[in-house]
């Protein structure tokens, strides 16, 4: 299907600004060809039964303690790791934010939030989600 083509089905679907996202994705480069690493193609891949990225961050801070943007992006593959904490702190879980800063040489200063599970009342972190 040419750009145009692309365009004309988008508009009478009712999307008038539809031709510039048609003509974006026409541009785009073919990826079908492409050899994939298995690792890179599970991250990309949603497949039956794989964790969703609250599950996976759930995982990772019970095995690791806390995670930051820059793990969750290293580890997960996870880009918005204050979304996801949100979204398990609106379900309920206890999760508590943690500011770190960090000063350089040249006297820049860099910040960033780190997540924790809270521990219960008299518990430990590893009982918050029993």
């Known amino acids: 299907m040419t750009c145009k083509e692309a365009a004309k089905v ?3 679907m009712g999307f008038p600004g539809y031709s510039a996202a048609a003509h974006s994705l026409a541009s785009r480069p073919d990826f079908s060809g492409v050899t ?16 969703s990225q609250k599950e996976l ?11 930051d943007p820059l793990r969750a992006i290293r580890d997960l593959g996870i880009l918005r ?6 979204e398990l702190k609106a ?4 999760i508590v934010t943690e500011t770190r800063t960090r ?3 040249d006297g820049t200063r860099k910040t960033w939030a780190e997540y924790k599970i809270a521990a ?4 430990t972190p590893e009982t918050a989600n029993d």
Do not use: C
């Open 10 to 12: 988008g508009q009478d």
């Open 36 to 51: 994939w690493v298995p690792e890179l193609r599970e991250v990309f891949t949603r497949k039956e039964g794989r964790m």
């Open 57 to 67: 961050v759930l995982n990772y801070m019970d095995e690791h303690g806390s995670i």
């Open 81 to 86: 790791l204050g979304a996801r904490i949100h």
């Open 91 to 94: 379900e309920g879980w206890p």
């Open 103 to 105: 000063k350089y040489p």
């Open 120 to 123: 219960p009342s008299g518990g």
